[in-house]
């Protein structure tokens, strides 16, 4: 029996997803929605679909996020960025447990829109982003800003919608957004959510209720 | 002998009556004090100037006012963690120290009415109030949201007021040290009330109704605050009074036996 859903939407338009100028001005963005059964009564994403998306994009590659976990378990070396009036700690890993953390830190709150995921290719070092350029991600030209880091080996940037009930997932090749999708649909469906593929006006009337 | 006397308190018509026979006067004296007269204008009065009360109402805005009995929550007009550079869509914050359970007053693009609306967004906070995320505010939830955003400002603007205020009362004080004292324990003792009567008027709040206990606590913390300012001005008044007209004399030494 299934306990909700996972879908996406490719191409979407609309301002209200609150994920800067759509379409974006180079790559590909897609909308990910989710459902759970009976609907939650919390904000934020519920930890099973946060565990599906964790799964999910490292399978893909290495995933690079605002963290306030100090010190960083993974650091090996690699200086947080702490140039400028406060501190920005990044992490990077490929393990799907340590990333779900990403979606309940109360430092970079993803209900907020204040947390951005990079993801780099399998294998890859982590990105040597700079603050102003991680900052960036944070605002509304995040989309414009993004594809200065395809030289860095992010292959793709995903980000909170508004009141971070949605993703958007930017991605620079389609190549990215297949393996992407691919991605998503397994966990999905391993995890025993439904997956589709809708339309923008169907993706918004999954949240009606 | 009998003559007549003029008397005279402010703001009276000087008039004469006469003064029985058994009162007699060596000398003449003159009265007290003549009747009190309007100032001209461009003249200036010495009042002794407090920014007690604008402090007090300005730190409503940023002190969190905690609600007793939510396990750490407090009322707050200000996000935690990141916020960004255009600022919060939301202005009413009912929140932990780290932000991690919140209930917050917002407004924009609602996914469960698919319209912009007033609304609520919260996390692990259903259990203190009974509201669920994106459940609509409603009208009180506009004026609540309107009087919140437009507080934050004012409650900040009050706050610079009421410290210039205060030390320009330092500087115009004749004992600058004694008035400086008053002003931080003033300053300190209106946290403490704000908090106390505060939280108060929180815990008076019934939990269900937030914005109820949002006007509550905040008028509390204002009521303390004002209060606070008041007792910890006059304490320190007080105090400095005791310490500058004490003496310490030391006792003399005497050989040990």
Known sequence: MSRGSIFACLDPRGAEWQLGALPPPAGRLMLIGWREEPPPVDGGVPPPVAATFSRALTSIGRITYLS???????????????????????????????????FEDAAHPWWMQGQVLLVSAP?????????????????????????????????????????????????????????????????????????????????AERYRG | MGGSRTPTHAGATQGHEPID?????????????????????????????????????????VVRIPIPGTSGLAIEFSPRGWTPKSGSTSTLFFQDVAGNRHLRLDYGYNVRTRTIDYHWNQ???????????????????????????????????????GVIIDAVSIVQ??????????????????????????????ALATPTTP?????????????????????????????????????FTPLPEAAAP
């Not at chain 1, 400028?84 to 799907?96: F, I, M, Y």
């Not at chain 1, 297949?178 to 649909?185: G, K, T, V």
């Not at chain 2, 939830?141 to 400002?153: M, V």
């Open chain 1, 68 to 102: 306030s976990t100090v010190p960083a378990p993974a650091g090996g070396g690699w200086p947080p960025l702490k140039r400028g009036p406060a501190p920005v700690d990044l992490l990077s890993t490929s393990d799907p447990q340590e990333l779900a953390q990403a």
């Open chain 1, 123 to 203: 294998g890859a070092a982590p990105p040597a982003v700079e603050r102003r350029q991680l900052l960036s991600l944070l605002e509304d030209e995040w989309t414009s800003t993004a594809r200065a880091l395809s030289p860095l080996g992010v292959i793709g940037v995903m980000r909170p919608g508004v009141d971070g009930d949605l993703a958007g997932l930017l991605t620079f090749t389609a190549d990215a957004e297949q393996a992407s999708l691919a991605a998503l649909e397994r966990e999905t469906l391993l995890a025993s959510f439904d997956w589709s593929v809708v339309t923008e006006e169907a993706f």
């Open chain 2, 21 to 61: 026979s058994g009162t007699s006067a060596l000398m003449a004296t003159p009265a007290p004090a003549g009747p009190r007269v309007p100032l001209a204008a461009g003249s200036t009065i010495d009042i002794p100037m407090s920014g007690g009360i604008p402090y007090a109402v300005g730190q409503a805005s």
């Open chain 2, 123 to 161: 996390k692990r906070t259903f259990s203190e109030f009974g509201i669920a995320d994106h459940a609509p505010a409603g009208t009180a939830g506009r004026a609540a949201y309107q009087a919140a955003r437009y507080f934050k400002y004012a409650g900040r603007v009050l706050i610079v007021a």
């Open chain 2, 173 to 202: 004080a004749s004992k600058p040290l004694r008035r400086a004292s008053q002003v931080v324990a003033g300053w300190a003792a209106a946290w403490a009330g704000c908090k106390l009567v505060g939280a108060g008027g929180a």
């Open chain 2, 211 to 247: 914005l109820g206990m949002a006007a509550v606590g905040v008028g509390g913390c204002i009521i303390g605050g004002i209060a606070g300012y008041a007792g910890g001005s006059l304490l320190a008044g007080e105090v400095y009074d005791w310490a500058e007209g004490t003496f």
